[in-house]
């Protein structure tokens, strides 16, 4: 890419219709954008998802890129964004039964890593201002009442004292035929 003195430079590196989807891909991308190359490449390496070895190829890529193309140092850079774009997807059938069919999608999508010098990547962030801790912060003045009083729980009924009101209530009636005496 061409570089002007204000932009920072970066190298990019693309691998277009990897049969993957997008959003696999993708949360293997989370870890590794922002890292060093070298911390980049054992994060990929220790990863167990199959979209970690495309992005790793990606990223060797990229960073062979900056070596040949621009004569940056490998182990200097810093992945500066690790994007997986969608990619057109494929349209299969597989037979049904009954002279059906079943439609089956393979995805693809698009991995573009692009590197940077880590000086320029990284922007120096400010540190906020400390919080005091709670032994230091002033503690407000303790005033000397007495607690309420809790109010008295009721008591629980049981299962038997809730059919025993059942019964003193309503009569029971026989649920079998009612005969004429």
């Known amino acids: 890419m061409a570089s002007t003195p204000t932009e920072t430079q970066t190298v990019r590196a693309q691998a277009k219709w990897v049969r993957m ?7 293997v991308a989370e870890h590794i954008r922002g890292r060093s190359v070298p911390e980049a490449r054992a994060v990929l390496a220790f990863t167990q998802r199959a979209a970690a070895r495309e992005i790793e190829k990606v990223l060797a890529s990229a960073v062979a890129n900056a070596e040949a193309n621009h004569g940056l140092v490998g182990d200097e850079l810093v992945v500066h964004a690790a994007i997986v774009d969608e990619g057109p997807t494929l349209k299969r059938w597989r037979a049904r039964a009954r002279g059906r069919v079943a439609r089956i999608k ?8 692009l590197v940077a010098p880590a000086m320029e ?6 540190e906020a201002p400390k919080r005091a801790e709670p032994s230091q912060r002033e503690a407000p003045e303790a005033t000397e009442a007495t607690p309420e009083p809790k109010p008295a729980a009721k008591p629980r009924t049981t299962k038997s004292d809730q059919t025993e009101k059942k019964a003193e209530s309503k009569p029971r009636r026989s649920r079998g035929k009612k005969t004429e005496d």
């Open 121 to 126: 990547a990284v922007p120096a962030v400010a």
């Open 21 to 27: 989807s997008a959003r696999k891909g993708r949360v």
């Open 106 to 113: 393979k995805h693809t999508c698009h991995i573009t890593v």
